[in-house]
């Protein structure tokens, strides 16, 4: 099954039909308690499981931004992988160093393009960029959608290639 589809069925097994995505919903609705702290410069968050309790840690002083995205890409671990732990370094987006952290370079892609899915549903992402097409190195449209979304700029950018909604530079 395609990280879309899993992604799309987590958010109607947990009712979320809103955007951004509630993930505070989503969690709750796995069971799944998310706690922020002082992680250090190099950690982006941990996810913790023992049997189907699991706990994902955040760095507080990180961007809410980014903050969601490593939240999303601890549920993917947990929706999709059976490891203990995960300790993400790094920022976990397509231009990141997928050697580091915890994961295999597989098990880190399949993390980020869930992520991706679940902040940003391909339909949802598809009707909105249709009501407002733009060019990268256009007008401030870019900004409006990963703001709709609760995302970065280049998450965003990343999820409308890869959606092939626009060309890459």
Do not use: W
């Amino acid at each position: 099954m395609s990280m879309e589809r899993r992604a799309e069925q987590l958010l109607v097994g947990a009712g979320v039909d809103t955007i951004p995505v509630p993930l505070g919903q989503v969690t709750a609705y796995l069971g799944i308690k998310v706690e922020f702290a002082d992680l250090g410069e190099d950690c982006s968050a941990v996810l913790v499981r023992n049997g189907d309790r699991a706990v994902i840690g955040v760095n507080e002083e990180h961007h809410p931004n980014r903050k969601r995205f490593s939240i999303a890409h601890e549920i993917g671990h947990f929706v999709l992988h059976d490891g203990d732990t995960y300790i993400d370094k790094g920022y976990r987006v397509h231009f990141r160093d997928l050697e580091s952290g915890s994961g295999t370079k597989s098990e880190e892609m399949e993390a980020n393009a869930f992520a991706a899915a679940l902040l940003m549903p391909a339909k949802r992402v598809s009707d909105a960029f249709k009501q407002q097409p733009f060019e990268l190195t256009g007008d401030d449209s870019l900004e409006k959608l990963a703001k709709t979304f609760n995302v970065s700029t280049q998450a965003m950018t990343y999820r409308l290639v890869n959606l092939q909604l626009i060309q890459p530079i």
